[in-house]
């Protein structure tokens, strides 16, 4: 596994030397920073009537701000996915540097692996915009950080999975605009076959939910560790990568 | 050190390699001839593992490229037509990436990139970013990217694409100073560069071989007869054409006179002659005796790139004969 550390230590290098990765986290941090002000204002105005009410309802720091807003950086993350994904094995092969990978001496599995793994990297930088604001909760007042840590932990796992849809797309074609718009797509479609759920009980209803990978953070949120839910996205994280692994031996024989 | 057999590579429509076999011996230099689309760069594909053949076997170093892709891999170093370079790298950063991929690491690596900078001429541009690079740094960082683990096989697609005349003599050095140490395969279609740099030559052509020799058999294989070229001038008078084919037709060993252009009193002629027999001194010695002038004489040899064309041409007529064939019912 030494050669994927090299080639995910490469990308992350293009990612973070090109204007790429500092575009993705401005972006990330501005929309995620609203979020949170919004989330903040409106807890604070509630209190504050509530109190004037006379009201005494425990008001919760996790279930009021932290779980909504996890949610909601799901939801961002859809967004963000396609565009750390899409230059990943489509510029390689514009610019002819995949030969170069293919004929050096380590294995598809190897450069695939690296290559998700930066993805992930980057992902997990944009998370760390999140905790920043977060800190501020802890230091103002009292959440409970293991809720916070399990909604990060699915967090990751629903991008884990997006990422290596997104690395499979990606090997598809030369173009980063076609592999980026099919990503994005896909992921969208992933978010909304849930909505089916909300009014429809029949199997293929449930099956299509299933399918969504939002449903499936429902419970990451709530701050519980399901294993059906994690297995999901481990299935979907291989299936991914067994595909891109794939792809890229059909590269060889076709192109 | 490679042996391919039989290589073929078969598109849904076309087959792009027909049935190509063909060995090289340690530490030769091949050129590797063809018009563009010949099939050329795919046959590298082929010994790099890039492609897999559709059938037929390539042994690199004894290794087959399907079967132990990963031996072959670690012997080889590949240019491919375009510089394989990522542009928001440096060059030095680009070098140790490769060297890395090749298994190279710590002390063994920065030495090598070292090494490879100096041997390349590339050391000034260390630390510049490589889409910043002029086309003739970028093949050269291609260069030291193939050579930075001392593979024993070294496959360049078209090394010298796009330099400049200084910059192509350069690298033609370059190449020939690696031969030796390494077994080198470079394909081009520039005639000249197989001339100085190869010591044989495959030529193919649509996908098919169509001669593997040492230059020099192959110069002497496609001359067949030995012709000469002769220019004669009147100096008084005109010059009577008949009369002058006749008389040199008269020499003996010429089996064939061609004039080939005629101004004023003055005609060049091809004179050929039967295989084995030199004929120069006579064909001199008979034009002075008519009291003509001899402006020139020399042997007719041909250049590669008219041997290049007359091996090509005949093959794509006798293709071209065959399909017709075919096509009839």
Redesign the interface.
Known sequence: MR?AW?ICR?EL??YF??PVAYLLLTMFGLIFGFFFWNALAYFVVEGMEMQMRGQTFPMNLNEDIIRPLLSNVGVVGLFFIPMITMRLFAEEKR?????????????DLEIIVGKWLAAMVLYGCLLLFTALNFAFLFKYGNPDWKPLAVGYLGLLLQAGALLAIGTFISTLTKNQIIAGAATFGVCLLLWVLGWVSGYERATWARVLSYISVVTHFESFDRGVIDSKDAVFYVTVIFVGLFFTARSLESL??R? | MITVKELTKRYARTTAVDQISFEVAKGQIVGFLGPNGAGKTTTM?ML?????PSAGTAKVAGFDVLDQP?EV??R?G?L???P??????ETA?YLK??G????LKGQELQKRVDYVCDRCAVADVKKKLLGKLSKGYRQRVGLA?AIIHNPEVLILDEPTAGLDPKQINETRDLIKGLSGSHTIILSTHILPEVEQTCEQVIIINNGKLVATDSVRNLQARARGAESVLVEIAVRDGSLDLPVVQHKLEQVSGVSRVLCKQQVDSRAQFEVESEKGRLVRGDLARTVVQCGWDLNELRPAAMSLEEIFLKLTKNESAETEKTTTKESQP
């Not at chain 1, 610019?95 to 294995?107: K, W």
């Not at chain 2, 394989?84 to 790298?89: A, F, G, K, L, Q």
């Open positions: 050669n090299i490469k290098g293009s030397v090109s610019t002819g540097t995949i030969e170069l990978l293919a004929t050096s001496p380590i294995r060889r024989w192109s | 594909r790099t593992c890039f492609l897999p990963m891999k670690k080889i590949y491919p037509e375009t394989p370079i990522y542009p928001e790298m950063e990436f490769v890395k991929l090749k298994g990217q």
